[in-house]
């Protein structure tokens, strides 16, 4: 086996981004929802995810459930693991981005800096920041998983919105508020904003 | 808005693993390629995806190039890092298996209890270790990057094969020897075993 030539052979033959991208019929990207916990991120996600599957798009949700317990399992909430936390996760939505996907990250994300690091490692127009604005004495009100409670008690610290700040987006590319939109009305937004985008198909 | 109703509802209509798996047309498994440098893992990982992607399957490939200058990109070459390394690939690969893609990886992996400690995060028939096989002699005399040069020269340390062993899969799943096929020839006995096990169709 001639191992130089078969080499150069079958690099031309690799399955390009754009092999990959023209095999889905719409464009990859990430949409990075950030918010404070409870303003309804991963609702809206598998919201958003969920019509998109609907209509033929590729597609994957990256939050706290697969991420936390498998990927990111080894960080805890220090300043440090939390940048690393999302570095990882940016990283790993590059790499569905790169396979052709739409990859729907949901993570409080609070800082400005790690958002933009994501921003960063992705293409122009591969990237959406969205915002899910929800006031924070509305989360609280909701509180699903009983956090605001335990931060509010003292039982955790580094809360975003209680005891560690929660940077606002200043241009986010799409900009929803759930408390003037129902779940579908919001995640219709999204799909509105990403055909515009020419992501997918009117 | 009512969250709590809005909550459940929402989660019975988020997009299932087995939707993603109904809409690729095939099922989702990682190919693990391990092997010596040189021995031709990422040629014929890239063979395979080539002719995965030919048939309309829904592929990726993770690499030195796409992981180690960016999610593991802060790793270095210590026992611990590559330890990590190797959990990390694992992980991501089994977020690809989970969006219901094929995903090959090409990392020499030359430690068995890595290389189970993936095929534990996988489920049953989503893990084939995949050994490409390729005496050291010969990869040795390819040296496509010069390594076992440097590496016998003493300026790399922890060399696979020089001074780092390399752990022979013991009853891999797929065992390729590029000695006795060309690449083409390689990629098919994969192809075969990918249709034996119904991870795609005949």
Known sequence: MDNISENVVW??????RDNRIEAKGHRPCVLWFTGLSGSGKSTVANAVDHLLHKQGAHTYVLDGDNIRHGLNGDLGFTDKDRVENIRRIGEVSKLFVDAGLIVSTAFISP?????E????????GEF???FVDT??????????KG?????RAGEIRNF???DSAY???ESPDIHIKTTEHDIEGCAQLVLDALRKAGVIGA
């Open 160 to 162: 975003t919105g209680v």
């Open 128 to 130: 959406f920041e969205v």
């Open 147 to 151: 956090l605001y409670k335990k931060a």
């Open 111 to 115: 800082f400005k800096a790690d958002r």
């Open 135 to 144: 006031p924070i004495e509305v989360c609280e009100q909701r509180d699903p």
């Open 117 to 124: 690091l994501v921003r960063k490692l992705l293409g122009e």
């Open 167 to 169: 940077e606002l987006p």
């Open 11 to 16: 690099h031309d033959h690799s399955v390009s």
